[in-house]
């Protein structure tokens, strides 16, 4: 009877130990760095190798379990086609230059040729390759990447983040900060003022502020039997066209996919489809005197084309409204919306294939593609990456305005070039009546008259940096200071790559000498940026 209770005892006292070993409060780690960047998108990537190429101690802290954004996240058909490439140097040139190295010692020929910067042909690639290349260049440079860790708090002393901590107990401690996030958490937990959405257009005079109506207005009714707004409208008013709003330009999937049949894999059945849902849609066919296909498809190598959301097209890959509320979010409610745009898509691949009112020849196009078997196969083969086209924007010691990109392009404290063109896809799709449906919030394409490019201008490091007495050690490369129509030219990866190269050299600057961000000399900073290859004045 004694030994029983005996082995009863130090049975319930090996439990307790077991449950106090495995408590996440003793798993806990403390990271400390000179640099913490929190964000493994493709500017967290470049600010990760900017400051560790500045012999800054570096840790790239991601809260997803995917590294790199979009660029390995299938949006494979670079943006830079529509910038100056003189303008795009340092490891935004070096990555493409180490994948087209990577398809030649495979014998396989690109159309393009990264080292002549006057040809503007598309640089393209496979999601596979970027994210191989990505992790050589991340080892090369000893940094240190860590994933899912998500950010829960921030701590601060008096102006100065001291540390953050994430969802597993974590503690990330650094002398400089770097938020590489799309949403700008990092900044958002700092006490750093923020906003989101769009401005109205007396409050930096901007003519492509408020709301924005250059798509042509479809001859259909928005809305049902009883008068109420079919799916996929987002509002009957879509309020004074002079004000501003919430409204968050379009998010979508860029997704890899092939019609080669040994690499396809069939598109996976939505957790359920309603053909109701597309009502609008059927009645956009019906009066359609030309239709098209609704996605853009962009060639890649391998066989394989970038799927994106069509900013000319009425309807596309792009959730219109399902993006609002992204960014204010918490883990529960992303993973919730970015299932909403997979089902969206997965949805609207179904009726495009299958539906009687889609033009049989598109039909057909459409439903010959499919993922590839040798992309994303931990997911599915689905992008891990939603398309986070724009989420807050700080307001810093420099707000980016619309006179800054088309006007006033110089800046006396350059840190990047930039030149993409103004360019919003939409943000609401309204019924006008009982006879009228437009889409609201495109900013159709603002470029240099005959060219394919944006107008150049200098992106000025008060942009990245916080007002003084917000916050002395954080820079803020994607969610930088800017209004809505500034952002729709700065908002592609070849710019914020270029912005977080910049920034993660100021953070390594600053992590040694201990000055708050907005004290850094620009003439220092500059030194360091063309030793790293930036290109920083305008010809």
């Known amino acids: 009877m004694l030994s029983l209770t005996r082995h009863r005892f130090f049975r319930s006292i090996t439990c307790a130990l077991a449950a106090i070993l495995i408590s996440p409060a003793l798993r806990a780690e403390t990271h400390t760095a000179d640099v913490i960047v929190y964000g493994a998108t493709p500017a967290g990537f470049c600010a990760a190798i900017g400051a560790a190429r500045e012999g800054a101690s570096v840790i790239l802290v991601e809260p997803s379990a995917h590294i790199g954004g979009v660029n390995t996240g299938s949006l494979c058909f670079s943006d830079s086609n529509q910038m ?18 990577d398809y030649k010692s495979r014998g396989v020929q690109l159309p393009y040729d990264v080292s002549v910067k006057d040809d503007h042909k598309p640089w393209t690639y496979e999601p596979h390759v970027a994210t191989r290349v990505q992790k050589a260049m991340l080892d090369e440079a000893k940094v240190s990447v860590l994933s899912k860790k998500v950010l829960t708090s921030a701590k601060k002393d008096g102006d100065k983040l001291t540390s953050f901590t994430t969802k597993d107990g974590d503690t990330f401690s650094a002398k400089a900060f770097v938020d590489a996030t799309y949403e700008g958490d990092l900044m958002a937990a700092s006490g750093v003022t923020w906003v989101i959405g769009r401005e109205g257009r007396k409050e930096f005079n901007e003519t492509y502020a408020g709301k924005q109506y250059p798509k042509k207005p479809m001859a259909i009714s928005g ?5 109420k707004l079919l799916p996929l409208l987002t509002a009957n008013d879509a309020g004074a066209e002079e004000e501003g709003d919430k409204n ?26 309603d053909p109701a849902r597309f009502e609008v849609v059927r009645r956009y066919f019906a009066q359609e005197k030309k239709p098209i296909l609704l996605w853009d498809l962009y060639p890649l190598p391998g066989d394989k084309v970038d799927a994106n959301n069509g900013i000319g097209k009425q309807f596309s890959m792009g959730l219109v409204g399902g993006c609002n509320g992204w960014s204010e979010a918490d883990e529960a409610g992303r993973a ?48 891990p990456q939603l398309y986070v086209r724009e989420g807050r924007r700080m307001r810093g010691a420099h707000v980016l305005t619309q006179d800054d990109v088309l006007k006033n392009p110089t800046k006396e404290d350059s840190i990047a070039l930039a030149s993409f063109p103004i360019d919003s896809h939409d943000c609401q799709r309204v019924a006008r009546g009982n006879g009228e449906v437009i889409n609201e919030g495109t900013i159709f394409p603002v470029r240099v008259p005959d060219t394919k490019r944006g107008y150049a201008y200098q992106i000025p490091y008060r942009s990245i940096t916080p007002k003084t007495g917000e916050c002395s050690n954080l820079l803020v490369p994607v969610a930088l200071s800017s209004t809505h129509v500034a952002y729709s030219s700065v908002r592609v990866e070849p710019c914020w790559m270029t912005i977080g190269q910049s920034a993660g050299i100021a953070a390594a600057m600053v992590g040694k000498s201990g000055e708050p961000v907005q004290k850094l000399e620009y003439s220092k900073l500059r030194e360091r940026l063309l030793a790293q290859k930036q290109a920083l004045d305008l010809p």
């Open 84 to 101: 100056f490439r003189t303008h795009l140097k340092g490891v935004f040139e070096e990555f493409h230059l180490r994948m087209e190295a």
């Open 223 to 227: 809305l049902d039997a009883n008068g």
């Open 248 to 273: 968050v330009m379009v998010y979508s999937f860029r997704l890899c996919l092939t019609t080669k049949a040994e690499n396809r894999v069939p598109f996976p059945a939505p957790a359920k489809y």
């Open 336 to 383: 919730r919306i970015w299932e909403e745009h997979k089902q969206y898509i997965l949805e609207l691949y179904q009726f495009l294939t299958t539906d009687p009112a889609v033009p049989q020849n598109l039909r057909d196009q459409l439903a010959a593609y499919g993922l590839c078997k040798d992309e994303f196969a931990e997911y599915g083969h689905w992008s």
